[in-house]
């Protein structure tokens, strides 16, 4: 019986939360030898969603990975809350490890929006490694 190779699933976004998040996520599959599975999704108005990965951030992004030698799979849904799309990667591969980047955002912000982190949180079977980037800078 062979053994699957481990899998560390990322959601990534082009902010610093996101660059935590994938740092962190990269660190996390070279220590387990796994593949790491990179989720970059729109909920459906990709052309103008500007944490949508396109033309040379995609680029960079996949150069970046290929560098790194950990071997992945980048996916860009579109269509789906975050969340979902999250879960459902974590419950098809099954993942060791869920890599989320954390936001501070306020209770009414929280109350109106919801939160993808809460219901990921929730949802996922596996651990969730929840990241900040770096503090805001004041100036």
Sequence with gaps: MTQQ????????VPTPRGRAALEHALAEAERRG???????????DALV???YLQGDPLRRL???LTVSGVPFELRQPIGRDVAEELADAVAETAAEVLVIGLRRRSAVGKLLMGSAAQRILLTVECPVLAVKGPPATTT
């Design 5 to 12: 190779q481990p899998v560390v699933v990322v959601g990534h």
């Design 49 to 51: 969603d500007e944490e």
């Design 62 to 64: 996949h150069d970046e």
């Design 34 to 44: 796994a593949r790491l599975v990179v989720i970059n999704s729109s909920r459906g």
